[in-house]
């Protein structure tokens, strides 16, 4: 079983910053890729980046310069900085572990970025 637990949601205004985190735990040998998604009410659950064992990263062109994913390895936790936001970046913001055939998600964690 893996457990993967999100943080760093909340408000900010427009033009601000926050820093989202996601540890995964639980029966793990070692994990490829991890990587950030967010969703709004009535829309397609959208990948926003993700990073690989090896350093990798990609970014979608929506967030590409604004937002940045990294990692720490030796804590199984991957980081999404958000600079920028504006108030299309609101949304509940989803860490996802895929590991052999399983995808594990987060509960999401709320951002909420006022104009």
């Known amino acids: 079983q893996v457990h993967v637990v999100e943080s760093g949601g909340g408000l900010v205004q427009a033009g601000g910053s926050l820093r989202l985190s996601c540890a995964a735990s639980g029966a793990i040998a070692s994990i490829n890729v991890m990587g950030w998604h967010r969703q709004t009410p009535g829309k397609r659950r959208e990948l926003l980046a993700y990073t690989t064992i090896q350093g990798s990263t990609y970014h979608a062109d929506s967030v590409k310069g604004r937002f940045t994913i990294s990692r720490d390895n030796a804590k199984n936790t991957i980081y999404l900085q958000m600079d920028n936001l504006q108030p299309e970046d609101t949304a509940v913001y989803y860490c996802?572990?895929?590991?052999?055939?399983?995808?594990?998600w987060g509960q999401g964690t709320q951002v909420t970025v006022s104009s």
């Open positions: 996802n572990v895929p590991i052999d055939e399983y995808d594990y």
